[in-house]
């Protein structure tokens, strides 16, 4: 039996008061494909995203998310995804390494500790882990929240702007994350502006207009 796709948009919209954020968007991505999400500002990339996520419902359509409807099946859905938001989530008067060692207790990691050293020496924070976060540059906490969602194990890994905030040398290490989680298996979602570097990353893409998608 061939796996379920990774997400499958069944004429999704979305509608905030008088305002659809999205209109009637259908679209298929296999599993283990890295689909590039463009559009300009207020297109509507991070609503659907947080749909996915299932942050938000959508006002009509169906979405489902390896085989499970983000209707009925919230909690499996999240078990399964993990979202990289422009909200890092992190907690401010804790360290590096305490906010991962929180999420690992949490998810019932059997060494949270031992996974938290690694993960932060994968994102280059290693001398930094016991530093509280509020004391991070805009850069490191963008960082920190790579190997927050690396830490969840996603199947279904969504990418909002990853590349923001982060220097030459931290773009290099999110494409690298990327390309790692692809050869995974893991499902990429990546919205950025940058089309050119999506392209390199990514199998297909999905363009949004004012919330329709369009061929790009």
Not at 175 to 197: C, F, N, P, S
Request: charged share 25%; glycine share 8%; aromatic share 4%.
């Amino acid at each position: 039996m061939s796996p379920p796709n990774a997400l499958v948009l069944d004429d999704v919209s979305r509608r905030f008061g008088r305002r659809w954020a999205l209109a009637r968007v259908s679209y298929t991505l296999p599993t283990g494909k890295a689909l590039l999400l463009t559009g300009h500002n207020g297109s509507g990339k991070s609503t659907l995203l947080r749909m996915i996520a299932t942050a938000v419902r959508p006002t009509a359509g169906r979405i489902t998310v390896l085989g499970h409807d983000t209707r009925e099946a919230t909690e499996q859905v999240r078990r399964e995804v993990a979202l990289l938001s422009h909200d890092s989530f992190l907690y401010e008067d804790l360290t590096a390494h305490q906010n991962l060692v929180v999420l690992g207790r949490l998810l019932g990691r059997p060494d949270p500790a031992g996974d938290s050293r690694a993960l932060l020496e994968r994102m280059g924070l290693s001398a930094r882990g016991s530093h509280p976060v509020r004391h991070f540059s805009a850069g490191m906490r963008k960082r920190l929240a790579i190997a927050r969602l690396l830490a969840q194990k996603p199947r279904l890994a969504l990418l909002d702007e990853p590349f923001g905030e982060l220097d030459p040398a931290g773009i290099l290490h999110m494409e690298q994350v990327i390309e790692e989680l692809r050869a995974e298996g893991v499902g990429i979602i990546l919205a950025t502006h940058l089309v050119e570097q999506g392209e390199r990353l990514c199998d297909v893409r999905l363009h949004l207009v004012e919330g329709r998608q369009v061929t790009p």
